[in-house]
């Protein structure tokens, strides 16, 4: 079964700083899509960014960047530049064609002015 | 577009009652998921719909959950005589038949459900 885990309950950063939030899966499919979701307070869940598996490349989205490895099963998110409204807890999630999504259990991420 | 719309989006019922909970996907997105969310938790998958056909059931959804998308649009999801375990948020997402989006969901605000 896939299982997604993401080893940091809670994360904290300063403005301005850089923050790399870790995630890693396990699947025996070769082909697959993950995704890290914003979800803030009482807000709801926002895509930040995606990964297909048969990309090397890793994808970007402004602030927000992925350092996808394949052969390890990681996938963490790099957030740049952080701001006070990045404060959010943060889900990866793993899905196999577009089928269900399966979530890690989260990451709160503080930011600090 | 709007964004997935969900209603209510608080609920307060008493044990043993039933709840029902209306999801309206973004339009034209032909899947529709339904998630539920407990405290400090990632959502867990219960069921999806491709158009008016529900293809898969996660065994969480036990025999008082229903869910039906009956013309392929809107969803609704029936919980009867509702228990305390069943408190949690009830998330709705919907997914583009776009190729190239198609994996990528679309969460709604979620219904969050207090069972006394």
């Known amino acids: 079964a896939q299982t997604v885990t993401q080893s940091q309950p809670e994360m904290s950063v300063q403005e301005a700083e850089t923050v790399t939030l870790s995630c890693t899966y396990d699947?025996?499919?070769?082909?697959?899509?993950l995704f890290w979701y914003k979800q803030p307070p009482s807000r709801q869940m926002i895509l930040v960014i995606r990964q297909e598996a048969y990309k090397q490349q890793n994808a970007t989205e402004n602030r927000f960047s992925v350092n996808f490895q394949k052969a390890a099963k990681s996938f963490s998110l790099k957030i740049s530049d952080s701001q006070l409204g990045d404060a959010a807890m943060y889900f990866c999630?793993?899905?196999?064609?577009?089928?269900?999504?399966?979530f890690g259990t989260g990451t709160r991420l503080q930011v600090f002015p | 577009d709007t964004g997935v719309s969900q209603d209510p989006r608080h609920k307060i019922t008493k044990r043993g009652q039933n709840v029902t909970f209306r999801c309206d996907p973004i339009?034209?997105?032909?899947?529709l998921y339904w998630y539920r969310q407990t405290l400090g938790q990632g959502p867990e998958f219960l069921t999806y719909?491709?158009?008016?056909?529900?293809?898969?059931k996660s065994r969480l959804l036990s025999d008082r959950f229903s869910a039906e998308r009956p013309k392929g649009s809107f969803s609704t999801l029936e919980i009867q005589r509702t228990e305390q375990g069943d408190s949690a948020m009830y998330l709705c997402?919907?997914?583009?038949?776009?190729?190239?989006?198609?994996?990528?969901?679309?969460f709604g605000p979620g219904t969050r459900l207090l069972v006394l």
């Open positions: 997402a919907s997914s583009p038949r776009t190729s190239g989006d198609q994996e990528t969901q679309y």
């Open positions: 999630a793993y899905s196999w064609s577009a089928d269900k999504l399966i």
């Open positions: 719909f491709q158009n008016e056909a529900q293809l898969e």
């Open positions: 339009s034209e997105h032909n899947r």
């Open positions: 699947t025996s499919e070769s082909d697959y899509y």
